[in-house]
């Protein structure tokens, strides 16, 4: 079992940017894939990023990003900490969305997928004004 708490949501400019934290129960988090959802009022929980783990790759590489937030997220994680971290960057009204990490152990993965993840935070709010 794991649970995971976000938290560094909040209200910004656009333009501006916001480092978005979630923490990870139990001693087993860096055999986990992690991954970073939204959702917006009215719409469908999307995929933002996701990251592997223990050196497992998708053609060559440990991340990657919705083409919405490529360039302009960077997802990274501290496994001494049990923390995955959602760095973002130039910061849009459509980026307003709760948003919400996940943890899964399937592999191979459709790591954009939500079916594919096992376990989820309860939701961090990011809003971003004009």
């Known amino acids: 079992q794991v649970q995971l708490i976000e938290s560094g949501g909040g209200l910004v400019q656009a333009g501006g940017s916001l480092t978005l934290s979630c923490a990870a129960s139990g001693r087993t988090f860096n055999t986990y894939l992690m991954g970073w959802f939204r959702q917006a009022p009215g719409k469908e929980r999307e995929f933002v990023t996701a990251i592997t783990w223990n050196g497992r790759t998708w053609n060559g590489r440990t991340t990657d990003y919705a083409a919405s937030v490529k360039g302009r997220f960077t997802i990274s994680r501290d496994n001494a900490k049990n923390t995955v971290y959602l760095q973002m960057n130039s910061l849009k009204r459509e980026d307003t969305a709760v948003y919400y990490c996940?943890?899964?152990?399937?592999?191979?993965?459709?790591?954009?997928?939500?079916?594919?993840?096992?376990?989820w935070g309860q939701g961090t709010q990011v809003t971003v004004s004009s």
């Open positions: 996940a943890a899964g152990r399937r592999w191979p993965v459709r790591y954009e997928a939500i079916d594919e993840y096992d376990y």
